[in-house]
């Protein structure tokens, strides 16, 4: 997937500022999709000039000026057109942390157990934080009622993946921690 898909799914929110967009990626896309604002940045510049996104400038009094970026109907035809692309090819998991755990009797087996549990520790406060997004998405509503009701239901279906991401990482992380915490605890009767 091209960084300017998720780049239109977090623009059918609304318009936005380069500055939005990268500070609120984390709210709309950042559980399936993550950018530097940098490559947000250039991404946008492009889609503006293939006539994807239109930009409007906002006078500020104290601070730049901002543009605004939005959706042109070329931009919601190409969102249409990808939407009906071939299916979409299974993720690939690429993660430093397996790659240690991989090698953890070889290495130094507490400080894998210290990397497992600082990735619980971000699952943990990534699946607060989704929490809240979902909690303000349903405003006091039930999920059938929002189903129902809301204009949108994308952002929250793919909202409920990376809940389900994050629970699915400590729940994985507890199982690492305890059977490392046997392995070490097998290597120090040992070296005794």
């Known amino acids: 997937m091209a960084l300017r898909n998720a780049v239109m799914a977090a623009l059918l929110e609304g318009e936005a500022s380069g500055y939005d967009l990268a500070k609120g990626f984390d709210a709309t896309v950042a559980n399936f999709w993550t950018a530097t604002p940098q490559q947000l940045y250039r991404e946008l510049e492009r889609m503006a000039a293939e006539g994807l996104v239109t930009a409007r400038v906002v006078e500020q009094e104290r601070r730049p000026n901002k543009r605004l970026f939005s959706l042109t109907p070329a931009g919601r035809e190409a969102v249409r057109a990808y ?7 299974p993720s690939v ?3 430093e942390l ?11 087996l507490d400080a894998v157990r210290t990397a497992v549990a600082g990735r619980m520790e971000w699952a943990a406060a990534k699946l607060a934080r989704y929490e809240r997004i979902r909690q303000r998405l349903l405003a006091g509503r039930s999920e059938e009622a929002y189903f129902a009701e809301a204009e949108r239901i994308g952002p929250y279906l793919t909202l409920l993946r990376g809940m389900s991401f994050e629970r699915e990482n400590l729940q994985w992380g507890e199982l690492a921690l305890r059977r490392l915490g046997q392995r070490a605890a097998v290597h120090s009767e040992q070296s005794e």
Request: hydrophobic share 45%; charged share 35%; net charge negative.
């Open 83 to 89: 939407t009906a692309d071939a299916p979409a090819r």
């Open 93 to 95: 998991v690429r993660d």
């Open 98 to 108: 397996l790659v240690k755990v991989q090698c953890a009797d070889a290495g130094d």
